[in-house]
Nanobody, 125 residues
Framework: QVQLVASGGGYVQPGGSLRLSCAAS????????MGWFRQAPGMEREFVAA????????YYADSVKGRFILSTDNPKNTTYLQMNSLKPDDTAVYYCAAVTQPVYAIRISSYYGAWGQGLQVTVSS
């Protein structure tokens, strides 16, 4: 099993930055991809960004492209989501997740078998 521990988040004014972290442990060899999702009140959980460990491709939602940066420091261990130029619409609970099956669609949350705890991100003046 893959365990994920997320950290970061908080409150920031529009235009500010925050960084989220997600550390994976356990059976990391069964971790095929890691991603970030978010869920605003009354909304569906939506894809934000993800990395496919096989090849290292990184994917972003159109709404965050150019503002958010996903990076890693150790393959399959820790990912970071650097969030810049934050907008009030970015306010949500953010979740990191890991794909634990070999066949998946990286933007679809149901393919992710391990989830970290939610992190509140609030962007407000």
């Amino acid at each position: 099993q893959v365990q994920l521990v997320a950290s970061g988040g908080g409150y920031v004014q529009p235009g500010g930055s925050l960084r989220l972290s997600c550390a994976a442990s356990g059976r990391t060899f069964s971790n095929y991809a890691m991603g970030w999702f978010r869920q605003a009140p009354g909304m569906e959980r939506e894809f934000v960004a993800a990395i496919n460990w096989r090849g290292g491709s990184i994917y972003y939602a159109d709404s965050v492209k150019g503002r958010f940066i996903l990076s890693t420091d150790n393959p399959k261990n820790t990912t970071y989501l650097q969030m810049n130029s934050l907008k009030p619409d970015d306010t949500a609970v953010y979740y990191c997740a890991a794909v634990t099956q070999p066949v998946y669609a990286i933007r679809i949350s149901s393919y992710y078998g391990a989830w970290g705890q939610g992190l509140q991100v609030t962007v407000s003046s």
